[in-house]
C-alpha cells in the first residue's frame, strides 16, 4: 500500500499560486502503471479532480482548471506537485493528492488532505 | 463535465440496509463500468469501498456492494453498524483519462 504526504502553504493571495507537494513513500512516482493525480474539495461541497501525471510523465487536468493547473513530479524525491495559478476564494479547499491504478481506474489510496485558504 | 447526482443525506438504523444512488450520464456511469465508492471521515484520507463497479478491495467489508443500472450506479451497506457513519462519494471515469465525483452523501446512523 502506497503512503501519500501532502505539503504546503495554508494561506495564499488571490491572484497569486498555489503550490502543493505530494512525498510518496511505499511505491515511486516513476512505477506504474499509476495516475499521481490530486482532487479537491471545497467547504461543504463534494470532491473535485484536479488532474493527474502519469508514472511516464505525461499529464491531464479537468477542462474547468485546465487554463491555470501544472501537475509535475520529481523522480528524485518520490514527489509530484499541484500548481494552481492566479487563485480566487472558489479555490479555498481541502486538497487531497492520491494515486489510481491505470488498470482500474480507481483511486486506491489517497493523502489525508491539507486545507489551503485563499485570503489576502 | 458536470458532477454526478448524490442525495445530499441518507440515515438508516443498527442492522438495517441502505442504497445511495449516483445518476451519472451516458458520457460517464453510462458508458463505463468504471464506478468507484469513497468512504470519508471528515479530517481523515479517504477510503476506496469498490471499484469497478461491484468489486471490494482487500479488507473492505462484504457488506458493501456496489451495482449500477443504465446512467445511474448504487452502494449498498447491509447491516449498518455505527462506524458506518461517515460520507460517502461515487467517482466515474469519464473518459479521454478524466474523472467526476458526485456530491457525496451523508450517512447518519441512528
Known amino acids: 500500500q502506497v503512503q501519500l504526504q501532502e505539503s504546503g502553504p495554508g494561506l495564499v493571495k488571490p491572484s497569486e499560486t498555489l503550490s502543493l507537494t505530494c512525498t510518496v513513500s511505499g511505491g515511486s512516482v516513476s512505477s506504474g502503471p499509476y495516475y499521481w493525480s490530486w482532487i479537491r474539495q471545497p467547504p461543504g461541497k463534494g470532491l473535485e479532480w484536479i488532474g493527474y501525471i502519469y508514472y511516464s510523465g505525461s499529464t491531464n487536468y479537468n477542462p474547468s482548471l485546465e487554463s491555470r493547473v501544472t501537475i509535475l513530479a520529481d523522480t528524485s524525491k518520490n514527489q509530484f506537485s499541484l500548481r494552481l495559478r492566479s487563485v480566487t476564494a472558489a479555490d479555498t479547499a481541502v486538497y487531497f493528492c492520491?494515486?489510481?491504478?491505470?488498470?482500474?481506474?480507481?483511486?486506491?489510496?489517497w493523502g489525508q488532505g491539507t486545507l489551503v485558504t485563499v485570503s489576502s | 463535465q458536470s458532477a454526478l447526482t448524490q442525495p445530499a443525506s441518507v440515515s438508516g438504523s443498527p442492522g438495517q440496509s441502505i442504497t445511495i444512488p449516483c445518476i451519472g450520464t451516458?458520457?460517464?456511469?453510462?458508458?463505463?463500468?468504471?464506478v468507484s465508492w469513497y468512504q470519508h471521515h471528515p479530517g481523515k484520507a479517504p477510503k476506496l469501498m469498490i471499484y469497478?463497479?461491484?468489486k471490494r478491495p482487500s479488507g473492505v467489508s462484504n457488506r458493501f456492494s456496489g451495482s449500477r443500472s443504465d446512467n445511474t450506479a448504487s452502494l449498498t451497506i447491509s447491516g449498518l453498524q455505527a462506524e458506518d457513519e461517515a460520507d460517502y462519494y461515487c467517482c466515474s471515469y469519464a473518459g479521454s483519462s478524466t474523472w467526476v465525483f458526485g456530491g457525496g452523501t451523508k450517512l447518519t446512523v441512528v
Open positions: 469497478e463497479g461491484s
Open positions: 492520491a494515486s489510481a491504478y491505470a488498470r482500474s481506474l480507481s483511486f486506491d489510496d
Open positions: 451516458s458520457r460517464d456511469v453510462g458508458s463505463y463500468n468504471l
